[in-house]
Structures are given as structure tokens and as C-alpha cells.
């Protein structure tokens, strides 16, 4: 499948997580947040590059904190040094990472992702929630106008950009108006793709003390339709507009039926008619269909 290509490398830059989110289980399972030096990062995505990797993840619970505690005690670094860093790896051609925390979306962050041209121009922002008091609940250090703005400043720069999600409804204490503030915020980003939960409470974790303002498993759930429904539309509207495009694809699968498969630049999933001449080489295609999911092109010769 695609994401187990002999051509994609992912590589753990930090583990643990300094944030105490009160519906996450990390903060009770695993320590303190520690970054892994950055040569050793380098080495290791090297050797993989020389042997045959184009593209590398760069995984962590918080990615964007990467460089506050190294287990030799060196000086703090940043994520953007990190980056740069890796970037100078010649033949890596895509860089991609997961997850960052909106939080630590400083600007020196935001204008190395747009500027970057090995960044995948597809980035994953985990709302959570929509809703300020919500994410006060929550822990997660931000407003929802903090959020909005940072979604706005990477969209006003990257045209092509796809911005990923995920979000809890029904977290306890959530108030329609507070659901109101996640659907407006998910109107106004139109995210590519939503990982959407419906609250349930977890061993160990912060949140079951508001056991007492719990909502309603059928309003959580009524709330979840709503927020697919919503999302499904923007889902079929933002594909259809690569319609006539012309895109970079790196091909990476041959299907039974004819088609290569592969991904764009900003993560797109593209099928083409072609044969095993196509794969593991970055190849331009005119898009000419989509669905909801992926889009078909033609390769241009
Ligand atoms: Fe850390 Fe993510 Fe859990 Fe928050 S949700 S505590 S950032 S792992």
C-alpha cells in the first residue's frame, strides 16, 4: 500500500509529551517530552535516503516543541532548525510530520513551512474543539481565534495548501453554542480531512472529574452526524476544484486494473493509467476527475 512504500522513511524525533490535554492518556503513560539530537536524525534519514527513500515523516506527540530537552543535556534547538537541517539532505525530496500542536505555530515555524519547498504542503492542525471555553477544558493552551488566524496566515501564503484535523464533540460541559463555535470554525478552514471523535471518558485521565457535566450520548451523537455531514460536503467541493490542474504526482503503486497510484505534493491521492515505467518517479499529471476521496489525471508527456 502507499503507506508502506520502499520510497517513504519515518524516523521518531521526540518522545513523550510536556502537555497535560485532560482527555489524552500520554500525560499518565509516558514521561517527560525528550527530543532526539538532531545529527542523529540527520544520519539516520540519510542512510534511508541512500537507500531509495524520497520522503520522510517526522513523528512525534508534539513535533513543533522538538528542541526544549535533550537526554545529553545539550542546548535547546527549535523544530525550524531541525527542519532546515534535514532539508539539506539532497535527495530527500518530501519532508512531512505529525503531529504538530497549534499552539507552538509561531510564526518562525509558519514561515519556514511556506517557504520550504521540500515541506509537504499539507499540514495537520488539531483543532479538538472550536469552542475557546472548550479548549480551557481541555487544556490545550489556545483560542479559537488563535487557531483561525494561524489557519488563515498558512492559507493566504500556500494557495494549494490542505489542512487536516481532528476534533472531539461532546466533550463534557460542551453547550450547543460551543458546537456551534467548532462547526463555524470548520466552516471557515474547510479542512481536507477530519478525524472526529465522539467523547468518551479514559482511564487516567484529567477529564473524568467532569464526570458530573458529562453530556448526553444522543446529543454527542446527533452532534457527530452533523459534523460529518458538514465535513463530507467541503470534502467533495475541495477536490473538485483540482479538477483541470496540473500536478506533480510520485507514483508508488501499480493496481490490478491499469492505474498507478500516488500522492501530490500536498498529499492528494492520484490514480492515472500508466505501468511500472511510472513508479518511484515524480511525474506531472493533468487532473481530469475526482470523488470525494481521490482524484484521476492524466500523465502529460
Ligand atoms: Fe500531548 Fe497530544 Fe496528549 Fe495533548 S493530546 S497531552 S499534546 S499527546
Redesign the pocket.
Known amino acids: 500500500s502507499l503507506k508502506t512504500s520502499k520510497y517513504r522513511t519515518a524516523v521518531n524525533i521526540s518522545i513523550g509529551?510536556d502537555?497535560?490535554?485532560t482527555?489524552?492518556?500520554?500525560?499518565a503513560t509516558r514521561g517527560e517530552e525528550i527530543s532526539i539530537p538532531i545529527e542523529m536524525l540527520v544520519t539516520q534519514i540519510q542512510r534511508d535516503v541512500d537507500n531509495g527513500a524520497v520522503e520522510v515523516m517526522l513523528l512525534g506527540?508534539?513535533v513543533n516543541s522538538y528542541g526544549r530537552r535533550f537526554s545529553d543535556g545539550r542546548p535547546k534547538s527549535t523544530f525550524t532548525k531541525l527542519l532546515q537541517e534535514i532539508s539539506k539532505i539532497e535527495k530527500l525530496k518530501r519532508i512531512r510530520f505529525t503531529?504538530p500542536?497549534p499552539l507552538h505555530m509561531g510564526d518562525e515555524f509558519l514561515d519556514e513551512f511556506v517557504i520550504n519547498p521540500k515541506i509537504s504542503k499539507c499540514i495537520h492542525m488539531?483543532l479538538q474543539s472550536g469552542s475557546t471555553s472548550v479548549l480551557k477544558a481541555m487544556k490545550?493552551g489556545y483560542t479559537k481565534e488563535w487557531f483561525l488566524n494561524r489557519a488563515k496566515k498558512l492559507k493566504d501564503a500556500v494557495p494549494e495548501l490542505r489542512i487536516t484535523t481532528d476534533i472531539i464533540v461532546g466533550f463534557p460541559g460542551e453547550t450547543h453554542e460551543d458546537f456551534l463555535d467548532t462547526m463555524d470554525v470548520v466552516n471557515q478552514v474547510k479542512f481536507d480531512q477530519i478525524f472526529n471523535f465522539k467523547y468518551s471518558p479514559r482511564p487516567n485521565t484529567a477529564a473524568l472529574e467532569l464526570k458530573d457535566i458529562e453530556i448526553e450520548d444522543k446529543v454527542a451523537g446527533a452532534r457527530l452526524t452533523e459534523l460529518i455531514e458538514l465535513h463530507k460536503e467541503h470534502q467533495s467541493e475541495l477536490l473538485a476544484k483540482n479538477v483541470g490542474k496540473t500536478m506533480e504526482v510520485f507514483f508508488e503503486d501499480l493496481k490490478s486494473n491499469g492505474e498507478v497510484a500516488g500522492l501530490s505534493d500536498n498529499s492528494l491521492l492520484v490514480f492515472a493509467t500508466g505501468s511500472d515505467e511510472l513508479l518511484g518517479k515524480f511525474v506531472n499529471v493533468k487532473i481530469i476527475s475526482s470523488t470525494r476521496t481521490a482524484l484521476k489525471g492524466e500523465v502529460i508527456k
Open positions: 509529551c502537555k497535560k490535554c482527555y489524552c492518556i500520554v500525560p506527540q508534539n503531529s500542536h488539531p490545550r
